[in-house]
Structure formats: structure tokens, C-alpha cells
């Protein structure tokens, strides 16, 4: 009796241990697991998106190669390259750390489902050594029929019972925990193996920015040959800047003043004039509160020109300062509008082509380097909107579309306004 009792409290205790540490396991481990699935997603969505820049980027190296010489287009969009396949670098690093972490888990998981499975056959064989020693069925019955009375003899036999029940859980626990531990060698293999296909692509990834970057030194040096030629070249382009901005700063004005000459006819004070209407205000609102979340001005395409000043890519202590952000994309590609407003403002700018401005109740946006403009003076459009055609330079085959945001008279950042993603 007290062998029995003994077997069955022991198997009890077990058994409730494991019970517990299945479901501490799942409390805890859980939440870890969702955040590394989510980790994992993010870095494929970025992988993803820096692939298209790269292959973007490859398309337009193309294009303007189709030139006969090395120019400062082909210089930023290889250093844009290089920029992409760094992230791309870092962002296989972040996966394989992820495989790692993985790996590390799965190994502990695989210590501890050996463990328990010895566990298992430990105890298992226990009961079986006991079963072995009272399967006389002559000794059960006169171990029932010595009881006391008839309660203790029902205690012995609900014992014998259990003993026998928990004998089969205990061999169906082995079986099932067998099975999980191969389930789980398997997957650690399957992560091992991806593993090593990670590190040869980081591998790959590395080869070859060190062959873009002796590229873009080759390019650099062959340009630095040419430093009268990009002076000149990058005078045209402040100036076309400069005409730009007076020509915004001029509608600004002139908006302006017609403003208080309508509250000076209708007998308002000055300061009152230039205030929104509720439709125009709502507008400026939303405009606002989608900071970063507004579209590209394009389908698809690269940042190559960033807002503010910028240090010359060739010429050394020269700076370049930016009204806006450059986006370079494909021949023949469209420019369209990143909220929906007013147009202002259709202008030709020398060195700039056409560029068209858009209000959006306090804000303005600026839309320049167009070849062909679909819209007019007056006209309401709506977000994405086509307005033109994006120009493709004759001289080094570039394509990119010129964007500024205003607010008032204060020049913004628009990488800040748009979204991350296209």
C-alpha cells in the first residue's frame, strides 16, 4: 500500500510540474515570441523596400549612362546606391541576429524536452517495476479483500485504478513529447540552414558594396578633373534656386496684398486678411496633422537631393543648400500632388522648367523641374493627382522632381511630411 501510494503521489507531483512550467512557459514566453515575429516582419518589409530602391536605383544609373560621359547625376545616384545597399547590409544583420536568438531559444527548448523526456521514462519505468511486482491478480484481490472495511477497500481500488490510468498517461506523455522534441529538431535545422544562406547573402551584399565604392572613388577622381565645368554647372542651378524662391515669395506677396485690399474694401482691419475660410482652414488642419503620413510626389523614385546645406559631392568646401528635397525616378515618369488643395501658381523657371505651386490652406507645396503641366490657375485637385510630366535632363538623361513645402513663409523639410514608404 505504501509503495502504491508512494508511486502515484510521485507521478502527481510530476506531473503538476511540468503542467506548471508549460504554462509559466506560455505566459512568459509568448509575448517574446510575438515581438520577434514582429521584429521579423518589419526587417522583411525593409528589406523588401530598400530591393526596389536598389533595382530602382539600377534602372536610372542606366538611363543616364545612356550619355557618353561620367557626370555628377550618375556620381549621386551611386552614392545613393551605396547608401541603399548599406541599409541593406545592416538590415541582414539585423535578421541574422534575429536567426540567432532563434537558434539559442530552440537549443534551450530541445535541453529542456530531453530532460523532461528522461524524466518521463525515469518515472514511467518506476511504475512499470511496481506493476511488475503486484501483477499477481491473486494478490490484488486479497489486497482488496484485507481492508478494513468496505471504504478502504474502495480506496484501494480507486489507488489501483489511477495507478493503472496514470501508467498509460505517462506513456502517452512519452510519445507526445518525443514527437515535439523531433518537430522542434527539425525547425532547428530549418533555422541553422537559413542561417547560412543569410550570412552568404550578407557575405554577397559586402563584395559588392566594396565594388560600388571603388566606383564611386574611380568617379569622384574622374569629376574632380572637371571642376570648372561643375562650377559653372552648379551656378545654374543656384540661380534657377533663387528664381524659384522669388517666384513663391512673390505669390506669397501678391496673395497678400490682394487679401487686404478685399478687407480694406469690406471695411476689416488688415490683420484680418488673410484669414482661412472654415473649408480652407479645415484643409491647413489636416494637412498638418498628416505630417509624415502624406504620399510621394511620384509612383515611385530616390531621395538624391536633401533639404538644407550639403557639403559638394566633388568639390571640396563647397556647400549646397536646398529648398526642398530632389527625387530622382525613370524617364517618363509623372508628377502628382501629395494632398489635396488649390493651385496657385503655374510658372516657367528658367534652369527649372515648369513648376507648379498648390495651396493648402496655411501650407504650400512646390512642384518644379516639370516638361508638361496638366493643371491650371484656380483648379481643385485632390491628393495624387497627376499635374505633369516629370523632365528628363538632355545633358545627362537625369529625371527628378523638385519638391518644397511652405508654411507661410517658412521653408520646411518635406522629407518630414512624406511618408517613409511609398
Same mark, same amino acid.
Given at each position: 500500500?505504501?509503495?502504491?501510494?508512494?508511486?502515484?503521489?510521485?507521478?502527481?507531483?510530476?506531473?503538476?510540474?511540468?503542467?506548471?512550467?508549460?504554462?509559466?512557459?506560455?505566459?512568459?514566453?509568448?509575448?517574446?515570441?510575438?515581438?520577434?515575429?514582429?521584429?521579423?516582419?518589419?526587417?522583411?518589409?525593409?528589406? /523588401? #523596400? $530598400?530591393? !526596389?530602391?536598389? =533595382?530602382?536605383?539600377? +534602372?536610372?544609373?542606366? *538611363?543616364?549612362? @545612356?550619355?557618353? &560621359?561620367?557626370?555628377?547625376?550618375?556620381?549621386?545616384?551611386?552614392?545613393?546606391?551605396?547608401?541603399?545597399?548599406?541599409?541593406l547590409i545592416s538590415n541582414l544583420q539585423g535578421e541574422i541576429?534575429?536567426?540567432? /536568438? #532563434? $537558434?539559442? !531559444?530552440?537549443? =534551450?527548448?530541445?535541453? +529542456?524536452?530531453?530532460? *523532461?523526456?528522461? @524524466?518521463?521514462? &525515469?518515472?514511467?519505468?518506476?511504475?512499470?517495476?511496481?506493476?511488475?511486482?503486484?501483477?499477481?491478480?491473486?494478490?490484488?484481490?486479497?489486497?482488496?479483500?484485507?481492508?478494513?472495511?468496505?471504504?478502504?477497500?474502495?480506496?484501494?481500488? !480507486?489507488?489501483?485504478?489511477?495507478?493503472?490510468?496514470?501508467?498509460?498517461?505517462?506513456? @502517452?506523455?512519452?510519445?507526445?513529447?518525443?514527437?515535439?522534441?523531433?518537430?522542434?529538431?527539425?525547425?532547428?535545422?530549418?533555422?541553422?540552414?537559413?542561417?547560412?544562406?543569410?550570412?552568404?547573402?550578407?557575405?554577397?551584399?559586402?563584395?559588392?558594396?566594396?565594388?560600388?565604392?571603388?566606383?564611386?572613388?574611380?568617379?569622384?577622381?574622374?569629376?574632380?578633373?572637371?571642376?570648372?565645368?561643375?562650377?559653372?554647372?552648379?551656378?545654374?542651378?543656384?540661380?534657377?534656386?533663387?528664381?524659384?524662391?522669388?517666384?513663391?515669395?512673390?505669390?506669397?506677396?501678391?496673395?497678400?496684398?490682394?487679401?487686404?485690399?478685399?478687407?480694406?474694401?469690406?471695411?476689416?482691419?488688415?490683420?484680418?486678411?488673410?484669414?482661412?475660410?472654415?473649408?480652407?482652414?479645415?484643409?491647413?488642419?489636416?494637412?498638418?496633422?498628416?505630417?509624415?503620413?502624406?504620399?510621394?510626389?511620384?509612383?515611385?523614385?530616390?531621395?538624391?537631393?536633401?533639404?538644407?546645406?550639403?557639403?559638394?559631392?566633388?568639390?571640396?568646401?563647397?556647400?549646397?543648400?536646398?529648398?526642398?528635397?530632389?527625387?530622382?525616378?525613370?524617364?517618363?515618369?509623372?508628377?502628382?500632388?501629395?494632398?489635396?488643395?488649390?493651385?496657385?501658381?503655374?510658372?516657367?523657371?528658367?534652369?527649372?522648367?515648369?513648376?507648379?505651386?498648390?495651396?493648402?490652406?496655411?501650407?504650400?507645396?512646390?512642384?518644379?523641374?516639370?516638361?508638361?503641366?496638366?493643371?491650371?490657375?484656380?483648379?481643385?485637385?485632390?491628393?495624387?493627382?497627376?499635374?505633369?510630366?516629370?523632365?528628363?535632363?538632355?545633358?545627362?538623361?537625369?529625371?527628378?522632381?523638385?519638391?518644397?513645402?511652405?508654411?507661410?513663409?517658412?521653408?520646411?523639410?518635406?522629407?518630414?511630411?512624406?511618408?517613409?514608404?511609398?
Amino acid at each position: 500500500m505504501t509503495q502504491i501510494q508512494q508511486t502515484v503521489s510521485k507521478y502527481f507531483l510530476n506531473y503538476r510540474f511540468v503542467i506548471y512550467i508549460t504554462l509559466l512557459c506560455s505566459v512568459v514566453c509568448t509575448p517574446f515570441f510575438n515581438l520577434a515575429a514582429q521584429d521579423r516582419s518589419a526587417l522583411e518589409r525593409d528589406k /523588401q #523596400r $530598400i530591393e !526596389r530602391e536598389i =533595382h530602382l536605383i539600377n +534602372q536610372m544609373l542606366s *538611363e543616364t549612362r @545612356e550619355t557618353a &560621359e561620367l557626370n555628377m547625376s550618375q556620381l549621386v545616384i551611386l552614392n545613393n546606391r551605396i547608401e541603399s545597399r548599406e541599409e541593406l547590409i545592416s538590415n541582414l544583420q539585423g535578421e541574422i541576429r534575429l536567426i540567432n /536568438q #532563434r $537558434i539559442s !531559444r530552440i537549443d =534551450h527548448q530541445v535541453e +529542456q524536452l530531453q530532460q *523532461e523526456l528522461e @524524466e518521463l521514462k &525515469e518515472s514511467y519505468a518506476q511504475m512499470i517495476y511496481y506493476a511488475y511486482k503486484n501483477r499477481n491478480a491473486f494478490q490484488r484481490v486479497m489486497f482488496l479483500f484485507s481492508s478494513r472495511d468496505f471504504n478502504q477497500a474502495y480506496l484501494r481500488l !480507486r489507488y489501483l485504478q489511477q495507478l493503472a490510468r496514470h501508467r498509460q498517461m505517462q506513456a @502517452e506523455k512519452i510519445v507526445d513529447t518525443r514527437e515535439e522534441l523531433e518537430e522542434t529538431m527539425v525547425e532547428l535545422e530549418l533555422q541553422k540552414q537559413q542561417q547560412q544562406n543569410t550570412l552568404a547573402e550578407h557575405q554577397r551584399e559586402i563584395e559588392q558594396l566594396n565594388l560600388e565604392k571603388q566606383e564611386q572613388s574611380n568617379a569622384v577622381e574622374e569629376l574632380q578633373q572637371q571642376e570648372q565645368e561643375l562650377r559653372e554647372q552648379l551656378a545654374r542651378q543656384e540661380e534657377a534656386a533663387r528664381e524659384l524662391q522669388q517666384a513663391i515669395e512673390r505669390v506669397i506677396a501678391e496673395e497678400r496684398r490682394k487679401a487686404a485690399e478685399a478687407a480694406r474694401a469690406e471695411g476689416k482691419p488688415e490683420e484680418q486678411a488673410f484669414r482661412l475660410t472654415p473649408e480652407q482652414q479645415v484643409v491647413s488642419d489636416n494637412f498638418a496633422e498628416n505630417k509624415g503620413k502624406l504620399p510621394w510626389p511620384l509612383e515611385r523614385g530616390v531621395i538624391t537631393g536633401h533639404f538644407g546645406e550639403q557639403p559638394h559631392p566633388v568639390l571640396p568646401g563647397i556647400t549646397i543648400v536646398n529648398n526642398g528635397i530632389d527625387i530622382s525616378t525613370t524617364q517618363g515618369s509623372s508628377a502628382r500632388t501629395i494632398f489635396e488643395g488649390t493651385v496657385t501658381r503655374v510658372i516657367s523657371i528658367p534652369g527649372a522648367n515648369y513648376a507648379v505651386i498648390i495651396r493648402h490652406g496655411e501650407y504650400l507645396t512646390v512642384y518644379s523641374n516639370l516638361a508638361e503641366v496638366y493643371v491650371r490657375n484656380g483648379q481643385q485637385v485632390s491628393a495624387r493627382e497627376r499635374i505633369g510630366i516629370i523632365a528628363t535632363d538632355p545633358a545627362d538623361s537625369n529625371t527628378y522632381v523638385h519638391l518644397e513645402v511652405w508654411h507661410q513663409n517658412n521653408k520646411l523639410n518635406p522629407a518630414d511630411w512624406i511618408s517613409s514608404y511609398q
